[in-house]
């Protein structure tokens, strides 16, 4: 027999025998009749084994769920009709004519994935991370993840962005931050990179415009729903800005962009979930002092200072949808004692920087800013935040034989996914999530 082809190939292919390979997700037996719920990787279809095959019968006697099977069969119209007049596969069944099993589970299974809605507690869904991972609505996940990925490299391609690598393993855990995984590394020691920011900059410097999807590690003991140990950032750096505006307006175009392709082509796994796309609306920019005051007049809330709890982004996120009908919301002018030394000093007031953080439906999806270009005005910002420049001195260099005014964003790709479908944890949004607890699967 030839060449496999996928089920959602099948209806090009009525009246034909085929060559399948996939899972058995259901049997059912009616009589005399064996019915299979089938899938591959790109639709589900029914088998049916007639009375009149004693050959495969006995190798369907064994088959259970989950099997992996090869299937030669005929495909025919269900003979129920399609009202819409349009052949899908699922209005088509394959009469079995040959069957082999590939592979058997060994023992139990551990949970009927078959069902599209499995209510399982998130640890059981992560326990059996990889078994679940073959239900639908969990694999749509995954597939408007990629989708993600896909459209932010090809946003950033053809906005003049060019597709960098940064080193995950480095020398010494600079930004000064606590929140550094140390590793050995051979004889000495090393840290898994919690930014490629420095990386970024350097690479602009040479190319004005750069993105990376790196892998980025935060050893910070959180027990929240937005936090894991290890996550994706989709960062990018751009050099020859007239201000911060620049960095904010293209970060908004890749965001639109990305919005609607998912509209375009995840709406299945949107319907998964329930999920809205959010609404093409300019993104409304709110400066941190002003979202201060409307939680403490709207929402009567206190904050510590000038910055804005989880709490506080949620009731940002409610204020700027019910106000603007907007699911995001720039908020702007941090204070430069909450922000890294690199961000540049608001002209007017050398209190604040040019800064942003990206909201998403209440929860921060992105920070971002200008960053100081020039080498005299770095080493002041270095050792007003009582760092030692000495310790920055490759990144120092960067700034030394000219940099362009330029900024960037750092963006969490699980939290866009989590915060799209309503995932009541990023865990969730993760493949295999690395928490403080979980090292496994
Ligand atoms: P938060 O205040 O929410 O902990 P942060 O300000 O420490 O985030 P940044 O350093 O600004 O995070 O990182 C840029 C983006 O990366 C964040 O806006 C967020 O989308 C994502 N991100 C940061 N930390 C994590 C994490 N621990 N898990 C998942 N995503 C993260
Ligand atoms: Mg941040």
Redesign the pocket.
Known sequence: MGKRILISETPQYVGEVVKLSGWVSLRRDHGKLIFFEFCDRSEKVQLVILPDKPEVISIAKDIRSEYVIDVIGLVKERPRKNESGHIVADNLEIEVMELSIISRPVGELPIDVSQSELHLNLETLLNNRTFVLRNKKIRAIFSLYSLLLETYAKACRTRGFLEIKTPKILSAATEGGANFFKIKYFDREAYLAQSPQFYKQAAMSAFERVFEIGTVFRAEPHFTTRHVNEYTGLDAEMGFINSVDDVMMELEGIIMEIVREIDARGKNELEFYGASIPKEIAIPKIRLSEAVEILKKEYNKETDGEDIDSEGEKMIGEYVLKTYGSDFVFLTHYPAAIRPFYSMPSKDNPEYTETF?LLFRGI?I??GGQRIHEYEMLIDSIRRKGLDPEQFKDYLDIFKYGAPPHGGW?LGSERIIQKLLGLGSIKEAVLFPRDVKRLTP
């Open positions: 953080d921060e992105a920070s750092g």
